[in-house]
């Protein structure tokens, strides 16, 4: 799970890199990789995504681990409210800033048929990656919840281990 978490980590950080590399092309129309600004938009906007759902399922596992853990006697059940309260925090935020930033490639298309101003595209990607930074944040405090709820409950089995030798 560790192991997963920085991963995580280092997807989240490719992706702002990634998202922003990608924005300064839109507005300075360079090329990157040999890639024009919808080639290198295409490739941000899958591993972007790739990262949202890795983080969504790291959530989702470590969730389901820690209520096996607490059902087992690992802890409060009280430690289970506060992981459902992260992911209440953290999930609708992290879904609606992949559908922005689906938006806003969709619309990218849409300025290159001129069916969209390119200013309106350009708008939207500005406050989707904002929102992402803000995402990144909601997860940073997420990540680190999580694994104050695993040391609570390690140290709760160790005792139990230890009064279960002695």
């Known amino acids: 799970m560790w192991g997963l978490m920085i991963f995580s980590y280092l997807c989240i950080a490719i992706s702002i890199f990634l998202l922003a590399l990608t924005g300064l092309q839109g507005y300075f129309q360079f090329q990157l990789i040999q890639a024009n600004h919808p080639q290198f938009a295409l490739f941000t906007a899958i591993f972007y995504m790739f990262t949202e759902t890795l983080v969504m399922f790291y959530f989702i596992g470590s969730g389901t681990a820690i209520?096996?853990?607490?059902?087992m006697g690992g802890g409060e059940p009280s430690?289970?409210?506060?992981?459902?309260?992260?992911?209440?925090?953290?999930?609708?935020?992290?879904t609606m800033n992949m559908v922005f930033i689906g938006v806003v490639f969709i619309l990218g298309g849409a300025v290159q048929t001129g069916s969209v101003a390119g200013w309106i595209h350009g708008l939207l990607f500005d406050l989707a990656f904002i929102h992402f930074l803000y995402v990144?944040?909601?997860?940073?405090?997420?990540?680190k919840e999580n694994v104050e709820i695993i040391g609570e409950i390690a140290i709760v089995e160790e005792a139990a281990?230890?009064?279960?030798?002695?």
């Not at 990144?136 to 990540?143: D, S, V």
């Open 161 to 166: 281990a230890n009064n279960s030798t002695a």
């Open 136 to 143: 990144t944040i909601l997860q940073h405090r997420g990540f």
């Open 67 to 71: 209520k096996k853990s607490i059902k």
């Open 79 to 94: 430690l289970y409210e506060k992981v459902k309260k992260t992911k209440m925090i953290l999930f609708p935020h992290l």
